[in-house]
């Protein structure tokens, strides 16, 4: 029995000894993997800084580039408004200078008109024969009708009926 325990004595202690170099190289390993570990935690806390840093330096930009785009617009958008303001004084003259073209056509006509109301209606006749058609009946339109009928007498026929068509549209 003391064999068996001597044995049984013996085994416990180099099992013991082993179980002991065990946990020692456990020990040994888990520090090496703890420094790694604590590496790589500084460098992914080196990272998230970096990060933070393009975060708020981006964001920063950001504002920036938007402040620039809020000018630009603001801009465009008083650009614009002279530009429909302008165009509105444009049309406005436009409008203006129709009107006053328009007049000094009626006048002129009528000056015309009186001009061939004042004429024989021989001479009138022969000069509106060598007119263009349209100018023709517009001198016509303005004159009254007894003397339009004096005039297309003394005309040619066919010019005469010509001119007589083109009054009646």
Do not use: H, W
Request: glycine fraction near 2%.
């Amino acid at each position: 029995m003391l064999k068996v325990f001597l044995l049984f004595f013996t085994l416990s202690s180099l099992y013991g000894l082993q179980t002991s170099d065990k946990l020692y190289e456990c020990t040994e390993i888990f520090k090496e993997r703890k420094s790694e570990l604590l590496v790589e935690l500084e460098r992914i806390d080196e990272q998230k800084q970096a990060l933070s840093a393009l975060k708020s330096a981006t964001e920063e930009l950001l504002r920036k580039k938007e402040a620039v785009l809020a000018q630009k617009e603001e801009a465009v958008d008083s650009k614009l408004s002279e530009v429909r303001e302008k165009e509105s004084a444009i049309k406005e003259m436009l409008a203006k200078n129709e009107a006053l073209l328009k007049e000094l056509k009626e006048t002129k006509m009528s000056k015309i008109a009186q001009t061939f109301a004042k004429m024989k209606a021989g001479a009138a006749a022969n000069i509106l024969t060598d007119m263009d058609k349209n100018k023709a009946v517009s001198i016509l339109q303005s004159l009254k009708p007894k003397v339009v009928g004096k005039i297309l007498s003394k005309m040619d026929a066919k010019k005469a009926s010509e001119l007589t068509a083109l009054l009646s549209k």
